[in-house]
């Protein structure tokens, strides 16, 4: 069955570091999704991605936050300066088509920034 | 704005004993409902969804009854495994509204004892 993967698994950073997120999204999925899960709390909905362009975007994803399809089959979350409030699950999700088209998510990308 | 209470957890149950988790909504729309489930050290999975009032939703032994009257979606399962122990999240989004993000619930986790 079809899945969609994350890596890496795990990323520790320095505050003010850049990181990157990737994401492979199922393949004939037309929409992508990341999300935030700091720990403890609820998981949040961070920008949506349709038709190479952003669809729609939470208040927490800020100029630090950039989104990108570089090549038909990656999908990348990158933050150009960590801070540490940054720290938590990135989950990464895509959906195929359809008003009631369920959203399929990858095992998320617990980053850590110190 | 389009937001999800569940119950607070932690639940703990002894092995076969009848499980609800209760949760309710408020959507400016006609949402579709979900229930995600998260295992230990996993991403979401999603365990059932339903996407207009009285549907029922269903998978593994747990139900959820989309009731518009009381906006509640509470999950159940008549006899719950060790298996089950995990997080619970219910969810919505709002078909044909924007990019359909999910809005998540804080989550529910259960412990089932042996």
């Known amino acids: 069955e079809p899945e969609v993967t994350q890596t890496p698994s795990h990323q520790v950073t320095q505050m003010g570091q850049e990181v990157i997120l990737r994401c492979v999204p199922i393949?004939?999925?037309?929409?992508f999704y990341w999300y935030r899960q700091i720990l403890g709390q609820k998981v949040e909905f961070l920008v949506s991605?349709?038709?190479?362009?952003?669809?729609?975007k939470s208040e927490i994803f800020d100029d630090q936050f950039s989104v990108e399809r570089p090549d038909g089959s990656n999908f990348t979350l990158k933050i150009r300066s960590t801070k540490l409030e940054d720290s938590a699950m990135y989950f990464c999700?895509?959906?195929?088509?359809?008003?009631?088209?369920?959203?399929?998510f990858g095992p998320g990308t617990r980053l850590t920034v110190l | 704005g389009d937001s999800v209470t569940q119950m607070e957890g932690p639940v703990t149950l002894s092995e076969e004993a009848f499980l609800t988790i209760n949760c309710t909504y408020t959507?400016?729309?006609?949402?579709?409902l979900f229930w995600y489930v998260q295992y230990p050290g996993e991403g979401l999975q999603l365990l059932l969804k339903a996407t207009k009032a009285d549907d029922k939703g269903s998978n593994k032994g747990f139900e959820a009854t989309y009731r518009k009257e009381t906006t509640s979606f509470h999950l159940e399962k008549g006899s719950v495994q060790v298996s089950d122990s995990a997080v619970y999240f219910c969810a919505l989004t709002v078909p044909n509204q924007g990019a359909q993000k999910l809005v998540f619930g804080q989550g529910t986790r259960l412990t089932i004892n042996p």
């Open positions: 999700a895509s959906r195929r088509t359809g008003s009631t088209d369920t959203q399929y």
């Open positions: 393949s004939n999925h037309l929409y």
């Open positions: 991605f349709y038709n190479n362009e952003i669809s729609e």
């Open positions: 959507a400016t729309g006609y949402p579709s």
